[in-house]
């Protein structure tokens, strides 16, 4: 349900070239997070925002947010904001020390979210592609 009212949408618009193509199996394989930390914004029945973390294998008291989405005509309402706050203070409750994301260029809103929430920039990425010659 998640996968097609709300990341389906959403992952298309991860403004990345060549676009994003994330199947249900990749979805449900890799962009997911614990249950126990996940948080969907609803409108009756409706799911229309999505937000979680995924602990760190290598650091217990650490955790990156997955993908935090909102369904189009629900964008700028404060529905991230909600769902993000409510990772943020799951992690809390549950000895999380350090939360990190990944906010690719051109989604400012979601920069300016993780900036007012008190997150910082500490690395830029960089994707450079071009043909490659085999010898």
Known sequence: MVYTQVATEAIAD??????????LEDWERG????AECTFLALAGDEVV??????????RPDRA???????RRPWRGRGVAKALKQATIAWA????????YTWTQRGNEPMRRLNERLGYV???WCTS??????LR
Do not use: Q
């Open 49 to 58: 925002g999505c937000a979680g973390l995924m602990l760190d294998p290598d």
């Open 64 to 70: 990156e947010h997955s993908l935090t989405a909102v």
């Open 14 to 23: 991860i403004p990345v070239n060549p676009p994003l193509e994330v199947s």
């Open 121 to 123: 920039v500490r690395n």
């Open 92 to 99: 809390g409750e549950n000895g999380i020390r350090e939360l």
């Open 31 to 34: 962009w997911t997070s614990l």
């Open 128 to 133: 450079v592609r071009g043909p490659v010659s």
